[in-house]
C-alpha cells in the first residue's frame, strides 16, 4: 500500500526559504502514470494547490505562486521536495503531498508557520 | 482558467440524503475528472470519490458521484446521512494538468 510522508521544519522565518520533502513507500515514484503534488491549506481555509512534477521531472506549477516555488523528484530516494522562497506570514499553512493519476493518495500534512 | 463552485454549507437530518454540486464556470465538467474529498475537522482530506464516481475501498457506498452536463456541475450524493459524515467536502478537477479545487462545502448533520 502507497503511503506518502511529508517531512521539514515546522517553522521557517519570514524572507527564508521552505523546503519539504515527500517519502513514498510501498511504491515506485518511478511509475508513468502518476504525477506528484504539493497541496497546502491556510489555518480556516480551503485547499491550494502549489505544483507537481512528473517523474521525468516535468512541472507544472500555480500560476500565482510560480514565481517562488520549485518542485524537484529524486527517483533514488523515492522523495520529492518543494522549495518556496521569500515565505511570508500568508504562507503558514498545513502542506500536504499528494499522488495523481488514478487513485488519489494524500499525506497527513505537515503544519508549517511562518514567524516575522 | 475555471473555477468550481460549491454551496458554502449544507445540512441535513440523519438517515436523509444529501447532494453537494460543484459547478464549472467554463468549459464542459466532463473534460476532466472530479474528484472529491472528505475532510473530518483537525483531519487531513480524505478522498471518498475519484475519476468521476468511482470510490476507493473503505468509502462506503452511501458514497456517490455523477456529473450533470446540463448544469455543467459535478455531484456528490451522500445516503442514510450519520453523524459521521459531518465534514467539509471539497471538489476537485484538472485545467490542463494543474489542479482547481472548489471552496468547500461545511456538511451538517442534526
Known amino acids: 500500500q502507497v503511503q506518502l510522508r511529508e517531512s521539514g521544519p515546522g517553522l521557517v522565518k519570514s524572507s527564508e526559504t521552505l523546503f519539504l520533502t515527500c517519502t513514498v513507500s510501498g511504491g515506485s515514484i518511478s511509475i508513468s502514470r502518476y504525477y506528484w503534488d504539493w497541496i497546502r491549506q491556510p489555518p480556516g481555509k480551503g485547499l491550494e494547490w502549489i505544483g507537481s512534477i512528473h517523474e521525468t521531472g516535468t512541472t507544472d506549477y500555480n500560476p500565482s505562486l510560480k514565481s517562488r516555488v520549485t518542485i524537484s523528484v529524486d527517483t533514488s530516494k523515492n522523495q520529492f521536495s518543494l522549495m518556496l522562497t521569500s515565505v511570508a506570514a500568508a504562507d503558514t499553512a498545513v502542506y500536504f503531498c499528494?499522488?495523481?493519476?488514478?487513485?488519489?493518495?494524500w499525506g497527513q500534512g505537515t503544519t508549517v508557520s511562518v514567524s516575522a | 482558467n475555471f473555477m468550481l463552485t460549491q454551496p458554502h454549507s449544507v445540512s441535513e437530518s440523519p438517515g436523509k440524503a444529501v447532494t453537494i454540486s460543484c459547478t464549472r464556470s467554463s468549459g464542459n465538467i466532463a473534460s476532466n475528472y472530479v474528484q472529491w474529498y472528505q475532510q473530518r475537522p483537525g483531519s487531513s482530506p480524505t478522498n471518498v470519490i475519484y475519476e468521476d464516481n468511482q470510490r476507493p475501498s473503505g468509502v462506503p457506498d452511501r458514497f456517490s458521484g455523477s456529473l450533470d452536463s446540463s448544469s455543467n456541475s459535478a455531484s456528490l450524493t451522500i445516503s442514510g446521512l450519520t453523524t459521521e459524515d459531518e465534514a467539509d467536502y471539497y471538489c476537485q478537477s484538472y485545467d490542463s494538468n494543474n489542479w482547481v479545487f472548489g471552496g468547500g462545502t461545511r456538511l451538517t448533520v442534526l
Open positions: 499528494a499522488r495523481h493519476g488514478g487513485l488519489p493518495i
